[in-house]
Each structure stands twice: as structure tokens, then as C-alpha cells.
């Protein structure tokens, strides 16, 4: 009797799904969409296609800043141990025209957190409009290529490539990706996922 219920508990244990938090912004949580229509969800789906025993754990809130994803990580990695950690923050930092120094201090603390608790990290990469001059929209550029190459992890440079220039893509506000483009930013994050997989 003891020992059927001790096997039950280190099979359910061994063969529990592992959990892939994504921590964003708007274009992660799906704005304007339906939530089975964004790319998250399209990611669970591939990951079951492939049979890839993970599940996914969408922590993205829109408006969120690199700072909010500062104040919620703790929690996120206590309540769910992480395998991977997709970080997809800064954007709106980057939008409101914030201190860059400070969002990378962010990001690093949060990537920091994430290697503490033995995740794995995914960055994702953004990038700015243009009329946000050179000199910003460079500096903000080169945040995540940085962190990439000093904490050494992961880097998908930009998740809207390849749709950027095209509005077709993008709903009415010029901003947030529609249904359309979901797969397109799923298929230019899977490359470096799924080695961490």
C-alpha cells in the first residue's frame, strides 16, 4: 500500500510538465486579439506538435514595463520554478521615452532572478520608430544585444522582423500585431527556443 502510493507520487512528479513563463508586455498578452489567436498560445500548440513536454504560463500584462516585471518576478518564480524564462519587456519603456539606464538595470536584475532560480532565458529583443531619434532608438537597440552577451543567454534581436514596414500586420493603432502576424513573430522566436527546450 505504501509503496503503490510512493511510485504514484514519483510518477506524477518525474512526468509533470515542465513550465515556460513568459513575462511581457501587450504584444505577448495578446491585446486586440483573442487569446488563442496570440502567439503564446500558438506556442503551446507547437510545443505539442513536437512533443515537447512543457507548459505554458502566459505572465504578460499589457502596458507592463520593465520595472512592473521587476516587481512581479519573485512571485512568478516562486509560484511556478520555471524551466524557461521568455522575457519580452522594454518596449513601453522605450514608447514613454524612459531612462535606458535604468531599463537595463531592470532587465538585468529580472535576468539575475531568473538564473538564481536555474531558469533558463530567452530575451526578446525590440526596437524603436525612427522619430524617436537616432541616438535613443540605438541606445535602446543595443540593451539586449548587451545583456545577451554579458549574462550569456539567449537573444531573439527583434520579434516584429520581417513585418515591421508592413501594416497589413498591425491593427488600427500601428502598434499591436493582429491574429495575422501571430505566427510570424512564434516563428522568429522558435529558432533560439528551441535549443533551451
Known sequence: MFIFIFCC????SVFADAKIIVLGDSISAGYGIKQEQSWV?????RLAEK??????VNASISGDTTSGGLQRIDNILTN????????ELGGNDGLRGLNLKATKRNLLQIIEKCKKNKSKILLIGMQLPPNYGYAYTNQFARIF???????NIALVPFM?????????YFQKDGIHP???AQ????DNIWPMLEPLL
Open 183 to 186: 505566427i510570424i513573430l512564434l
Open 145 to 151: 544585444e548587451s545583456l545577451s552577451n554579458e549574462k
Open 80 to 87: 511556478h520554478a520555471p524551466a524557461i524564462v521568455i522575457i
Open 178 to 180: 493582429t491574429a495575422a
Open 9 to 12: 507520487f514519483i510518477t506524477q
Open 51 to 56: 512533443e515537447y513536454r512543457y507548459q505554458t
Open 41 to 45: 498560445s500558438l506556442l503551446q500548440q
Open 160 to 168: 516584429l522582423k520581417g513585418i515591421e514596414s508592413n501594416m497589413h
